[in-house]
């Protein structure tokens, strides 16, 4: 009996190159030669994006941009088997880093990864790679990958994994102007996933498409219980209108770190007599949309108002006067909060 080729049967399928002798293919036959041209590609770059980058692999910084890069057998490039978390860098401080780096571990945990360093080294890492970049304002994002060997499912067992890190060249001030935002339709993750920082951001990425392509800044996550989940890189929450500050329950999603100061640091009102209270619970859809104020919250916004949802006003239609009290709180935090603990002074050189 004769074998099925879909190679050879679905011609119909195959796209139309024209004559293929009219494109050549260039071989570069020495890494001199690739390296010339990687020179040439970031020579056209008027400001450099990433002053410096760290790889287990090469064993140290690099600060030659043509030369940040990840093997393509690095199982975190063609098997999303990897984890990542990021840090903010301002006014020479890292902030946040502890909280961070705990949560980044976690993930690898629970992503099977082990790290090829004790904490305390992925740490100093860090804070070194910060140093050599000179950036006094920007962020500071790192992976944990499976690693480089192989284009199985699984890493081989002679693989070591791999810790990325580069540092972010980018600008960003305290938000103050009110975005709108829309209910995706876009399937959420599986809490398994969702409570996982993992490299898996498709959902994410078409969520965040959606919401662009209607004008939106944003999407809005709803789980399949009907109650309000996160964004598609950030938390959200609430101000009732009897004054309370609401966060949906973190038992789905990812559980910010941003947000979970926020928490720490918005009793601060209560005890000034503007809010009433601070809590955790779940929202339904009407219960949310139905809500005083509504905003955002991630590592570089920190508090981001959201004043319109589906083409309906939130509350008034305005920034919310509690939603920058508390974004002032944060701003605060991340500006002038405690050292050591809350801001790690970066040893530039």
């Known amino acids: 009996m004769a074998s099925y080729s879909p190679c050879t049967d679905q011609k119909s399928d195959t796209l139309d190159?024209?004559?293929?002798?009219?494109?050549?293919?260039?071989?570069?036959?020495?890494?001199?030669?690739?390296?010339?041209?990687?020179?040439?590609?970031?020579?056209?770059?008027?400001?450099?994006?990433?002053?410096?980058?760290?790889?287990?692999?090469?064993?140290?910084?690099?600060?030659?941009?043509?030369?940040?890069?990840?093997?393509?057998?690095?199982?975190?490039?063609?098997?999303?088997?990897?984890?990542?978390?990021?840090?903010?860098?301002?006014?020479?401080?890292i902030y946040e880093l502890d909280v961070h780096l705990n949560r980044f571990l976690?993930?690898?945990?629970?992503?099977?990864?082990?790290?090829?360093?004790?904490?305390?080294?992925?740490?100093?890492?860090?804070?070194?790679?910060?140093?050599?970049?000179?950036?006094?304002?920007?962020?500071?994002?790192?992976?944990?990958?499976?690693?480089?060997?192989?284009?199985?499912?699984?890493?081989a067992e002679s693989s070591t994994p791999a810790f990325y890190a580069v540092v972010i060249d980018e600008n960003f001030s305290q938000c103050k102007e009110g975005v709108k935002v829309i209910t995706s339709t876009i399937p959420m993750k599986s809490p398994d996933f969702a409570t996982m920082k993992n490299v898996n951001y498709l959902p994410n990425v078409l969520s965040k498409l959606e919401a662009e392509e209607k004008g939106a800044f944003a999407s809005i996550w709803v789980d399949e219980e009907g109650y309000i989940a996160e964004g598609p890189n950030v938390n959200v929450a609430f101000i009732t209108h009897d004054k309370e500050l609401v966060v949906p329950f973190f038992d789905k999603i990812l559980s910010g770190c941003t947000v979970l100061r926020l928490?720490?640091?918005?009793?601060?009102?209560?005890?000034?007599?503007r809010l009433k209270g601070v809590k955790t619970t779940n929202l339904t859809v009407e219960e949310a949309k139905s809500s005083a104020e509504m905003m955002f919250v991630g590592s570089t916004l920190p508090v981001l108002p959201i004043i319109t949802w589906d083409e309906q006003p939130i509350g008034d239609g305005k920034v919310g006067e509690l939603t920058m009290?508390?974004?002032?709180?944060v701003w605060e935090d991340m500006v002038a909060g405690p050292t050591g603990t809350q801001r790690i002074a970066v040893p530039y050189i």
């Open 325 to 329: 009290a508390l974004s002032d709180l």
């Open 106 to 155: 976690r993930s690898a945990s629970k992503a099977k990864i082990s790290s090829p360093f004790p904490r305390s080294t992925l740490q100093s890492i860090l804070v070194q790679l910060a140093a050599a970049s000179q950036i006094k304002k920007g962020t500071l994002r790192y992976w944990l990958s499976a690693g480089p060997g192989n284009f199985l499912l699984t890493p």
């Open 263 to 273: 928490l720490e640091l918005a009793p601060k009102l209560v005890e000034q007599g």
């Open 17 to 93: 190159a024209g004559n293929v002798e009219d494109f050549k293919v260039h071989v570069f036959k020495s890494s001199s030669e690739l390296l010339e041209k990687l020179h040439e590609k970031w020579s056209k770059v008027e400001k450099q994006p990433y002053p410096a980058m760290y790889s287990s692999t090469y064993g140290g910084i690099i600060l030659d941009p043509a030369l940040m890069v990840i093997p393509i057998d690095d199982h975190m490039v063609h098997r999303g088997h990897g984890v990542f978390d990021t840090a903010i860098i301002l006014n020479g401080f």
